[in-house]
């Protein structure tokens, strides 16, 4: 069961990855950062 649900966050990953034309995982982070995706954490500088 977990390695199902390793293969499934993979091709996300993946599909995101070739949706917003990046080459790495830390590009990917980047992008997301960029488009207000994620935000730092509260202990974070």
């Known amino acids: 069961m977990a390695f199902a ?3 499934a966050l993979r091709t996300h990953v ?3 990855m070739t949706e917003v034309g990046a080459r790495d995982r830390a590009q990917l982070v980047v992008v ?5 995706l ?3 954490g ?3 500088p």
């Open 5 to 7: 649900g390793v293969l």
């Open 14 to 16: 993946q599909r995101a």
């Open 32 to 36: 997301a950062d960029k488009n207000g």
């Open 38 to 40: 994620v935000s730092a």
């Open 42 to 44: 509260p202990d974070s």
